[in-house]
């Protein structure tokens, strides 16, 4: 069984920034990428930011969050961090952690989530 353990979010003020952090325990074999997305009220879910986690790092963010965010991994740890600056109140949302993972030697490869952890913006 994988889990996927969030922290980090909380209520900042606008031009605040937020770290947030994603920690991948359990059955593991390797991790193809990790990233977050987020969902606001009434919005669909969007892809905020991903890392691969192989050999060769690749990363890929929303053009919303470009400039602002930036996203890192710990291969060690199998851990993701999303750094947020310049927090604006179109920034409120869940925001959940994801990741694509191997469980076996078997090429098979499964998506995970975490529970979110909800980010607001705010004055």
């Known amino acids: 069984q994988v889990q996927l353990v969030e922290s980090g979010g909380g209520l900042v003020q606008p031009g605040g920034s937020l770290r947030l952090s994603c920690a991948a325990s359990?059955?593991?074999?390797?991790?193809?990428?990790m990233g977050w997305y987020r969902q606001a009220p009434g919005k669909e879910r969007e892809l905020v930011a991903l890392?691969?986690?192989?050999?060769?790092?690749?990363?890929n963010y929303a053009d919303s969050v470009k400039g602002r965010f930036t996203i890192s991994r710990d291969n060690a740890k199998n851990t993701v961090y999303l750094q947020m600056n310049s927090l604006n109140p179109e920034d409120t949302a869940v925001y959940y952690c994801?990741?694509?993972?191997?469980?076996?030697?078997?090429?098979?490869?499964?998506?995970?989530w975490g529970q979110g952890t909800q980010v607001t913006v705010s004055s």
């Open positions: 994801n990741a694509r993972i191997r469980r076996t030697v078997s090429i098979t490869q499964y998506d995970y």
């Open positions: 359990g059955s593991i074999f390797s991790i193809t990428y």
């Open positions: 890392i691969t986690s192989g050999g060769s790092t690749t990363t």
